[in-house]
């Protein structure tokens, strides 16, 4: 480094050290951006279901149901029974993941039923998220589960009785919690 070099770099530290030293010593006051959230608001957006059920709230639907919400307001986006155009594919593709083309779809792929539900209650429909009742997310989990084969036309979902599907693919998933220790 030449002298000319080390005399630039010894003033551009000074002048950064001036910089800091004219900081003041505490960050103020902060700047008054949104409001603060209520409890209630935060009870909304906590609805995250865990594979095992818990915190399901209350309701119930059959794929019956199902296929009348699903024709108002899942349709447009996921096509005639689950098919997909314009948006993906909710049905097909049991056995392919193991193929060098996989179909990964709800019954294809997803190991758990509590996840259709908590998918479809907080994101769908696309164009208006978390607007979906209890009960419609019910039918619709149950009938995209019918469609996929997996339950029964009539069979009724509910906080017991959705846990307890096995979805095809239920063990094709290995789980590494709690992380064990890697030698």
């Known amino acids: 480094m030449s002298t000319s070099e080390r005399s630039a770099l010894v003033a551009i530290c000074a002048a950064a ?48 149901q199902g296929a009348v919400v699903y024709g108002a307001k899942c349709l447009a986006c996921h096509g005639e029974k689950g098919t997909g155009k314009p948006a993906d594919a909710l049905v097909g593709g049991i056995g392919s993941l193991a193929t060098a083309r996989p179909v990964r779809t709800v019954g294809s792929y997803w190991p758990y039923a509590t996840t259709l539900f908590d998918y479809l209650r907080r994101a769908m429909p696309i164009t208006n998220p978390l607007s979906l009742s209890d009960d419609e997310v019910y039918a619709v989990s149950a009938y995209v589960l019918f469609l996929n084969g997996i339950v029964g036309e009539d069979m009724v979902m509910n906080a017991q009785t959705l846990p307890q599907v096995k979805m095809p693919n239920r063990d094709g998933f290995v789980s590494d919690w709690p992380p064990r220790a890697r030698n």
């Open 17 to 64: 050290l001036a910089a800091c030293a004219s900081l003041p010593s505490s960050p103020g006051k902060p700047p008054a951006f949104g409001a603060a959230v209520s409890a209630e608001e935060i009870a909304r957006s906590d609805i995250s279901i865990p594979p095992s059920g818990a915190g399901l709230p209350a309701g119930s639907g059959t794929a019956k």
